[in-house]
């Protein structure tokens, strides 16, 4: 029993969290906020075998960049177990990350996420969308790697979270975009768990109007102008990062800050790519990716 899914990375620009009331099931915890996915993220192969001599019933790897913790995969695998008897079976377990880890980009929301899909694909558990969906968002909220990446990551393209909460409970707003090319560079990581406890209340005052604005504009150079400026009100700026976002600037290219890590992205007309890469090609030391929307979110690959 094989199985592979993908799940596109994911950027927010800026958000408001909803976690006031910690008991509230967490399908219902997250954020409000906007962002987009793109072509990149994580492809997760799931192979189950009957289980002989090992110790334990699963194995988990990473190929490509490497992530430093499985306790999300680990808390998807448990829930699927939970829907039959599969004390037998051994479960094999392989994430392909084509993205930076810790840099903003939604590595372990596309980790839980292609590993839902793909667990139901192999076990034939036949669950709904939804709920391997709501799988994954639990995962998230419950091991604190994350709040609204699984909802915008599940239905994919430039979105704006308009209800906080995992797939069937959140909903978003999907923005069609001319064809535009995304081009990003990550400097450093930064922990996401530090700035929700130590900013929260920052965070959501400027966040919740910023949605409201963009459901008006729907434009996503206007997107990007508020992303910088949410990235400099919750003071997450470095100077390096402001040093490019001046030049960029400077240059009249638009831009916007991942949250959270010391990221910076450019939606841009794909004619304006060239300027973008040549201005990035002085920070040697940062990953630069290029890459596009995906507009299809996660789901089942064929083998």
């Known amino acids: 029993m094989d199985a592979t899914a993908f799940c596109p990375a994911h950027i927010t620009g800026f958000f408001k969290a909803h976690l006031e009331d910690e008991e509230k099931p967490s399908e219902s915890l997250g954020s ?24 334990s019933n699963f194995k988990i790897t ?6 430093d913790k499985t306790d999300v ?13 599969f004390s037998n079976k051994f479960f094999n377990i392989e994430h392909e990350i084509t993205i930076p880890v810790g840099y903003g980009l939604g590595s372990s929301s596309a980790v839980a996420l292609s590993l839902s899909f793909a667990l139901d694909q192999a076990l034939q558990t036949k669950l709904d969308k939804t709920t391997i969906g709501q799988i994954a968002h639990n995962a998230e909220v419950k091991c604190k790697t994350g709040l609204g990446d ?30 535009i090319s995304v081009i990003m560079i990550c400097l450093s990581p930064i922990s996401t768990n530090k700035f929700i406890k130590e900013r929260l209340s920052q965070i959501n005052g400027l966040g919740g109007k910023m949605v409201n604005k963009l459901l008006e504009s729907r434009n996503y150079e206007h997107f990007q102008d508020m992303s910088v400026e949410f990235a400099e009100y919750v003071d997450v700026m470095t100077p390096r990062m402001q040093k490019l976002v001046d030049k960029f600037s400077e240059n009249n ?36 990716i290029k890459s596009e929307l995906d507009n299809n979110g996660a789901r089942v690959l064929k083998n």
Do not use: W
């Open 62 to 67: 990473t190929k490509g960049y490497q992530s």
């Open 73 to 85: 995969s680990e808390f998807v695998l448990n829930e699927f177990l939970k829907l039959g008897d």
């Open 253 to 288: 290219i638009k831009c916007g800050i991942a949250l959270f890590g010391e990221t910076i992205f450019s939606m841009i007309p794909k004619e304006k790519e060239d300027k973008v890469l040549d201005i990035l090609q002085e920070y040697s030391d940062g990953i630069i």
């Open 150 to 179: 699984v909802l915008a990551s599940f239905h994919g393209g430039f979105e704006i979270r308009v209800k906080p909460g995992a797939p069937g409970i959140g909903s978003v707003e999907k923005i069609s975009t001319e064809k």
């Open 32 to 55: 409000m906020g906007a962002g987009f996915s793109i072509k990149q993220g994580v492809t997760t192969r799931v192979s189950i075998k009957d289980k002989e001599e090992q110790k």
